[in-house]
């Protein structure tokens, strides 16, 4: 393999991970924001009084992001060892 051809492969892999890593971030503020949001939304229509609705949100969209954390991880690994 020559030399440019290993560097423009390894360039484009390091846009694909900062892709990646972008909308995983992306996702995870619009996710939590939204939850905050919603749960403040649900607080006031239920009339719990408390933040419970807002919690249990904010819990959903943190869980949700690590496992799309955890999902986007395993992808890049099984990559890696395709191209090996």
């Known amino acids: 393999m020559n030399k440019n051809s290993r560097n423009e492969r390894q360039y484009r892999r390091a846009l694909t991970i900062l892709g990646t890593v972008s909308s995983l971030c992306m996702m995870t503020v619009i996710d939590v924001l939204l939850a905050y949001w919603g749960g403040d939304w649900l ?17 959903l969209a943190v869980g949700a992001s690590i496992m799309s954390f955890v999902n986007i991880v395993h992808t890049a690994m099984l990559n890696f060892e395709d191209e090996e």
């Open 43 to 59: 607080d006031e229509y239920f009339k719990t009084g408390d933040h419970t609705m807002r919690l249990y949100c904010i819990l």
